[in-house]
């Protein structure tokens, strides 16, 4: 029989693309479930942050940002900052690119991750913020 | 115990990247589904549209789609073009980029987006389109 | 009642942005899960690996992987290289942005897809690989 819970995951960033590592916070949730065969969905409440998978080390976690900045420059004007003039048009736009959802399977347990694949969260806004991530968990 | 229900969302849409907020419809059908606990999968059935969440205010919804234009220009001549003659390349490159598919979670029957977090459906093609989104419930 | 399996989709790649179509195996363990209405997660346990859906025609075989050159270069040196010497950072970086989850409904065990719209598995690694991809199922 198939169950549903649901959960959150509360971290505080420094803002400017920074980089969370949450899986072993996903994983714990996952084990303490005691479901065995499922997903979990991760989903971030709030337009300027994300959701991906990639192998958490310093080199790529200075691409990335390098690689976002580069198609989307923080220092240019956007027609957001028109609207509200808070600065964060381009956190806004990687938010949407990255999106704020993310599924992964698990069985007997565990994450079917890769050895080195980590799920990240990401916060493009433009100051330190404190998230508060959805994590729901289904399974048998 | 937990249940699944499918539905659709049809919409007319001017094509070339019209942006339109499908919040509404989607918790709309939450509700109606009587569920309080779970998730929602929107999808779209077809490969010229996107799925994603932003803060549906003006300013964005001229950034996304000048964001788009700058790194898939939709003046430019792709092989996609060669084979089918329809002009609209680009919009299949947008489409796979951004995705068809979104996952929202809900709790106590409300979906869990943030106060200025709204789901788009992103009308890539060059001409006008109608549109069945397919969205489907899962939850307890 | 809900019913969950979980099964995977070996695939031998080329490398280099290979695109594989991966529908008929999809559909296939959804025929044969016997469910009706429900959907397939697939995700790839890795950090080189991506999918998406396309209309897999020969011109966007060749557009897709153009438009990721142009916007993560695999002749640049990425701080990646700088760490693991593998010459893949950009394998990586296109990996976390096109990302590792698909979600697709599917409805009298079949998959809502469009006409023209194929679910790809894209290998961003730098040389041939032997993929395993998880595929889960779920519905009623």
Known sequence: MTKISTHTIELSTQGHTHIVDIT????RLVAESGLKEG?????VPGSTGGLTTIEYEPGLLRDLPEFLEEIIPSGRRYHHDDTWHDGNGYAHLRAALIQPDL???????????????QIIFIDFDNRPRHRRLVVQIWGQ
């Open 39 to 43: 997903h979990v969905l991760i989903f």
């Open 103 to 117: 599924m992964v399977p698990f069985v007997g347990g565990k994450l079917t991750l890769g050895t080195w694949q």
């Open 24 to 27: 072993p916070d996903v994983q």
